[in-house]
């Protein structure tokens, strides 16, 4: 089956430093990739469409300067936490889309 | 636009009862419709998926769903559940067909299924 694998799995840091969340298609191309959060208790909320090769597409009331997507090959997407704050401690979770979305196994992010 | 509400946010059940996860979903174009599980600090694993033909749906782990197209449900079910299936499940739909929305999913609010034995 289609495998995509989500690095790194926890990450903590300080609050004003930038942390990079990678997303890799293992065994198929991903033209589009996506990017959800997940605050505890509660359902996943997507951030943004990334697409190979292009701007990525931010939903409504997600910060395109905070939260930067760069989707330069076919297999990888990332996404990039910046400045962080410990109001952006979230689970992250990316997905490719082949036929269907298939997901990663998600990042957790705790901002000191 | 979609939306999904599923209409239990837990569910306890004892070990080997049935159980079933009810998803109604709204939206004004065709949709495919899915069931995923996650467990604890996990990523979304996919269940099974409605795209088109037969209404009843089996997926992976003895899981079933029934889409059903007048009532706007596509509720998840199992006849005999295993302490395993402990975790939490989120149905999701995306338009069928093409547009601004296409491929990008809807979830519900998520259901924590609790199996005690």
């Known amino acids: ?112 | 636009a979609q939306s999904v509400t599923q209409l239990d946010s837990q569910v306890p059940v004892f070990e080997e009862a049935p159980v079933e996860l009810r998803c109604n979903y709204s939206s004004s174009v065709s949709v495919y419709l899915f069931w995923y599980v996650q467990y604890p600090n996990q990523g979304l694993q996919l269940l099974l998926k409605y795209l088109s033909g037969s209404t009843l749906v089996k997926g992976i782990n003895g899981f079933e769903a029934e889409f059903n197209k007048s009532q706007t449900s596509f509720h998840l079910r199992k006849p005999s559940v295993h302490i395993s299936d402990t975790a939490e499940y989120f149905c999701a739909v995306t338009p069928g067909t093409g547009g601004t929305s296409y491929g990008k999913l809807t979830f519900g609010q998520g259901t924590i299924l609790t199996v005690h034995p």
């Not at chain 1, 995509?4 to 969340?21: E, F, L, N």
């Not at chain 1, 292009?54 to 905070?66: H, L, N, P």
């Not at chain 1, 330069?72 to 400045?83: D, E, F, I, Q, Y």
């Open chain 1, 1 to 112: 089956g289609a495998v995509v694998s989500q690095h790194p799995s926890w990450v903590i840091c300080k609050s004003g430093t930038s942390v990079k969340i990678e997303c890799r298609s293992l065994d198929f191309q991903a033209t589009t990739m996506f990017w959800y959060r997940q605050f505890p208790k509660q359902s996943l909320m997507l951030m943004a469409t990334s697409n190979e090769g292009s701007k990525a597409t931010y939903e409504q009331g997600v910060e395109k300067d905070k939260f930067l997507i760069n989707h330069a090959s076919l297999t990888l997407s990332t996404l990039t936490v910046t400045s962080a704050h410990p109001e952006d401690s979230s689970f992250y979770i990316c997905s490719a889309r082949w036929d269907i979305q298939y997901f990663g196994a998600g990042t957790r992010l705790s901002v000191l």
